[in-house]
């Protein structure tokens, strides 16, 4: 199994942004995609989780509003998109599975299987 994000880089406050997180070797269309995001020095946090078998989305309390999962299943993509950037929003970005749900429907990364590597936002001013 293997994710790979990318999209992420300098943005400017207020600014928009997508992220992408490309999946193989893995069968995407029942599992359910999570992203989550660490920011220096804090611990890592879900954001938003996205049932492919459905196109359910779920995304986190502290997240709504301004951030949207979405997906494209012949592409093997998930997508999370950023809307008006705030400097909290500067944090490593990640992308993970979940064949269940549970943990990427509560944010809980623990629970979460395969992860990427990660894609870089930096919000500036």
């Known amino acids: 199994v293997q994710l790979v994000e990318s999209g992420g880089g300098l943005v400017q406050v207020g600014g928009s942004l997508r992220l992408s997180c490309v999946v193989s070797?893995?069968?995407?269309?029942?599992?359910?995609i999570g992203w989550f995001r660490q920011a220096p020095g804090k611990d890592r946090e879900g954001v938003a989780c996205?049932?492919?078998?459905?196109?359910?989305?779920y995304i986190q309390d502290s997240m709504k509003g301004r951030f949207d999962i979405s997906s494209d299943d012949d592409r093997h993509t998930v997508y999370l998109d950023i809307f008006k950037v705030e400097p909290e929003d500067t944090a490593d970005y990640y992308c993970?599975?979940?064949?269940?749900?549970?943990?990427?429907?509560?944010?809980?990364?623990?629970?979460?299987?395969?992860w990427g590597k990660g894609t870089r936002v930096t919000a500036s001013t």
């Open positions: 993970a599975t979940d064949p269940l749900g549970v943990s990427c429907l509560r944010g809980n990364w623990i629970g979460m299987n395969d």
């Open positions: 070797g893995f069968t995407l269309k029942d599992a359910y």
């Open positions: 996205i049932s492919i078998s459905d196109g359910s989305t």
